[in-house]
């Protein structure tokens, strides 16, 4: 894993402000540098503890740094690049945290210098809290933490980041840019358009049925809970995911005018069914639950020395539907220009169903049971 030192967060909100809380309690001698726009945001951070220095401007910001997080507005992460690009070290990180990644990750490969790696991030995290007076250093703890490598990323810097934010409690998982968009328009962006939508009507509605809002109930507020997020940041990702969203909502369209058109036709049966199906899935959504050690598997993978080769084995470990708790690497005289990838998995058949993924690729995979016998 390359070694970390100094780490600069740009932008210092909720996900900065956590960022650089978790990271400084995961290592003390971690040297956190922070730079925002806003100066009262800057010396909140200080005064917090939160960073430990603040940056007078972008170059000063970055200068010493060794990774560097652009937690900004998903719409500014562009710009931030283009500031900061004449002013990086060689073989610095960037990462951001942007919810929406493909446009960001082709874009930052053109602009950034080619001896600095660029992996986008994007930590599902959030509260309806904003600013860096609400950060705190658990935000990240069992949440999801998705990185978007591409075939040219390099493998050392991948390693880093994934050991780096699941040591803050995250639980990291790789998949394309262009997955993630699709994905987060369905699970994140459209649940919060619909909400939106939906206190937008009933405000409409109640200036002709009076005390329509003070009637609302717990379904209604539960499901709106989100629109209280802050509209700035959800006009950002709206925009700069808007392909993604509009195929989402077409989607959600069509399901509400077949729902519609059940019920002007009295299609009972059908009525039942969609309600039966949509409980049955909700009850079948993932749960956390302690990790049953049990279920650890250790995967060695022997693995030629070139670029995008970890890139392609964490989106296939990842695609099959498991979990990477761990990655190593190490230089081996098995593997002739090569190393040995160590990759720890959790989950039920985790070692099996990873074991295939990759030899469908063609690589050579040993699989065992961290505790117990080997699978």
Known sequence: MKNIRNITIIGL??????????????????????YDSLSESMNIALYRKIIDEAAKDYKDAVKKADLVIIA??????????????????????????????ENIVENMNKILPEDVIF???????????????????????????ILTPTDNTKT????????????????????????????VSLISHLPHILSTNLV???????????????????????????AASNPKMWIDISFENKKEIINALEGYIAYLNRFKENL????EDNIKDHYMQAKE??????KFIDKDISKLYELKIGIPDKQGVLSEITLAISSSGVNIEDISIFHSTEVLSGGILKILVHGENAGTISKNALENLGYDVSVKKVVGEED
């Open 13 to 34: 909100g909720l996900i900065g402000g956590s960022l650089a809380l978790s990271l400084k309690k995961l290592n003390s001698d971690f040297i956190i540098t922070g």
């Open 72 to 101: 900004t507005p998903v719409r500014l992460i562009l710009e931030v690049a283009n500031n900061i690009k004449e002013s990086l070290k060689s073989r610095t990180i960037i990462t951001d945290v942007g919810s929406a990644k």
């Open 119 to 145: 992996i986008g991030g994007h930590p599902m995290a959030g509260s309806e809290n904003d600013g860096v007076l609400s950060a705190r250093h658990d935000l990240f703890m069992n949440v999801f933490y």
């Open 156 to 183: 050392e810097a991948l390693v880093t980041l994934h050991t780096l934010f699941t040591k803050i409690g995250a639980k990291v998982i790789t998949i394309s840019p262009k997955d993630h968009d699709k994905v």
């Open 200 to 226: 937008a009507l009933v405000d409409d509605k109640q200036k002709e049925l009076n005390n329509l809002f003070k009637l609302c109930a717990g379904g209604f507020r539960d499901m709106t809970r989100i």
């Open 264 to 267: 002007i036709n009295e299609r």
């Open 281 to 286: 899935a909700r009850l079948n959504l993932p």
